[in-house]
């Protein structure tokens, strides 16, 4: 078994911003998971004591509070920074942008439309500021299906595939009077996915290494997926099946923004010795 790892992968510029500034706040507390991999939020707790607390209101006065990688919604903010609370803020910058750009066109009479997951924490933060109800879309298809205004403008979750954006943005050039498309997918994330897209095409089996909530973990083996059927997602070494590699010569990895160098390691180590 010969092992080929994908040309971009791994930690992301936010993720590491934010894992560095956890290692140097220590005893703190972040409000929801900093990143989307529980191995290394345990790692961070069990080393650093940086806890995790799902509930704004349960954040104590005198606390130091670490905001997620993904951001928070605008009131929760303001209510920490009404409280006598130390707060660090490791939004990524990539998440900021599109909070910033849906505050300033909603402002300007824009309906925002927003290419995501709904019930993702970026998705719900950047939602929250929009003066006026956007519209979330999770594809084309319910798109089409919406009620769409003359005057629109459309941001994206950070870790969406860019030729669906580019399928949404087209569609509403051709139906509304205005369009205002802002490319918000992250760099990071369209590198990862077009090298795991040149990887999968090469392998027997591809291994995508992240947590299992993560979205743009996801979306890398939703990609592979497309080029290479035996391809699949684990947390750590101890998600990977003995027969998943029976018959094969060579395998791909690749791992999500939130995927440290040491899961990566790890996995490595154990195809080798299957």
């Given at each position: 078994?010969?092992?080929?790892?994908?040309?971009?992968?791994?930690?992301?510029?936010?993720?590491?911003?934010?894992?560095?500034?956890?290692e140097?706040?220590?005893?703190?507390?972040?409000?929801?998971?900093?990143?989307?991999?529980?191995?290394?939020?345990?790692?961070?707790?069990?080393k650093?004591?940086?806890?995790?607390?799902?509930?704004?209101?349960?954040?104590?006065?005198?606390?130091?509070?670490?905001?997620?990688?993904?951001?928070?919604?605008?009131?929760?903010?303001?209510?920490?920074?009404?409280?006598?609370?130390?707060?660090?803020?490791?939004?990524?910058?990539?998440?900021?942008?599109?909070?910033?750009?849906?505050?300033?066109?909603?402002k300007?009479?824009?309906?925002?439309?927003?290419?995501?997951?709904?019930?993702?924490?970026?998705?719900?933060?950047?939602?929250?500021?929009?003066?006026?109800k956007?519209?979330?879309i999770?594809?084309?298809?319910?798109?089409?299906?919406?009620?769409?205004?003359?005057?629109?403008?459309?941001?994206?979750?950070?870790?969406?595939?860019?030729?669906?954006?580019?399928?949404?943005?087209?569609?509403?050039?051709?139906?509304?009077?205005?369009?205002?498309?802002?490319?918000?997918?992250?760099?990071?994330?369209?590198?990862?996915?077009?090298?795991?897209?040149?990887?999968?095409?090469?392998?027997?089996?591809?291994?995508?290494i992240?947590?299992?909530?993560?979205?743009?973990?996801?979306?890398?083996?939703?990609?592979?997926?497309?080029?290479?059927?035996?391809?699949?997602?684990?947390?750590?070494e101890?998600d990977?099946?003995?027969?998943w590699?029976?018959?094969?010569?060579?395998?791909?990895?690749?791992?999500?923004?939130?995927?440290?160098?040491?899961?990566i390691?790890?996995?490595?180590?154990?195809?080798l010795?299957?």
């Open positions: 078994m010969k092992i080929k790892m994908a040309k971009n992968y791994g930690f992301c510029f936010g993720v590491k911003r934010a894992i560095q500034i956890a140097k706040t220590k005893d703190s507390v972040t409000l929801g998971s900093l990143i989307h991999n529980p191995k290394e939020i345990s790692r961070l707790q069990l650093f004591g940086v806890k995790v607390e799902e509930n704004t209101q349960a954040i104590s006065n005198g606390q130091n509070v670490i905001i997620r990688t993904h951001g928070i919604p605008k009131t929760d903010l303001e209510y920490l920074r009404s409280q006598d609370i130390q707060i660090t803020d490791a939004t990524c910058p990539y998440v900021t942008k599109p909070q910033q750009i849906v505050e300033s066109m909603s300007e009479g824009y309906q925002i439309i927003i290419f995501g997951d709904k019930t993702h924490p970026e998705v719900k933060g950047v939602m929250s500021y929009s003066t006026t956007p519209l979330v999770s594809s084309l298809e319910v798109l089409k299906k919406a009620n769409v205004k003359k005057k629109v403008a459309l941001v994206s979750q950070t870790t969406k595939q860019a030729q669906n954006l580019l399928q949404i943005a087209s569609y509403l050039i051709t139906h509304c009077y205005e369009t205002r498309v802002f490319n918000t997918i992250c760099n990071a994330t369209f590198d990862n996915q077009e090298s795991a897209r040149e990887l999968s095409k090469e392998v027997d089996i591809m291994i995508i992240g947590g299992k909530t993560s979205s743009n973990t996801k979306q890398l083996l939703n990609i592979a997926q497309q080029n290479c059927p035996d391809s699949y997602l684990v947390e750590d101890n990977l099946q003995h027969e590699f029976l018959g094969k010569h060579l395998c791909g990895i690749t791992a999500g923004a939130s995927t440290p160098d040491w899961i390691d790890k996995v490595k180590e154990k195809i010795s299957i």
